[in-house]
């Protein structure tokens, strides 16, 4: 098991900027691969972003890529999601989660936390 707290989501206008946190309980972080996933009424969840196990390789989707930054802390067991110039379609429920393979295995990630909602006005 893996507790994941999610942190950090809000209200924000289109084009402005927000930062999630996920902190994890435990001493194996470090051992996990993490990502952040989002789902909006009526869609899929979709995989947002992912980082391996030392913060050196990441994934983004097509959507978010230069506007968004996966980032983590060992030490602070914690990931991070820089969001910028957010768009009303970033509108959803953001959640990280963590899988003990490679981070680009993007279904099989099985840890998750509850979420926290993301919310852009127009």
């Known amino acids: 098991q893996v507790p994941l707290v999610e942190s950090g989501g809000g209200l924000v206008q289109a084009g402005g900027s927000l930062r999630l946190s996920c902190a994890a309980s435990?001493?194996?972080?470090?051992?996990?691969?993490m990502g952040w996933f989002r789902q909006a009424p009526g869609k899929e969840r979709e995989c947002v972003a992912a980082?391996?196990?030392?913060?050196?390789?990441?994934y983004y989707t097509g959507s978010v890529k230069g506007r968004f930054t996966i980032s983590r802390d060992n030490a602070k067991n914690t990931v991070y999601l820089q969001m910028n110039s957010l768009k009303p379609e970033d509108t959803a429920v953001y959640f990280c989660?963590?899988?003990?393979?490679?981070?680009?295995?993007?279904?099989?990630?099985?840890?998750w936390g509850q979420g926290t909602q993301v919310t852009v006005s127009s």
């Open positions: 989660a963590a899988y003990s393979g490679p981070y680009y295995l993007i279904n099989n990630y099985n840890y």
């Open positions: 980082i391996d196990r030392s913060g050196s390789a990441t």
């Open positions: 435990g001493r194996t972080f470090s051992t996990y691969a």
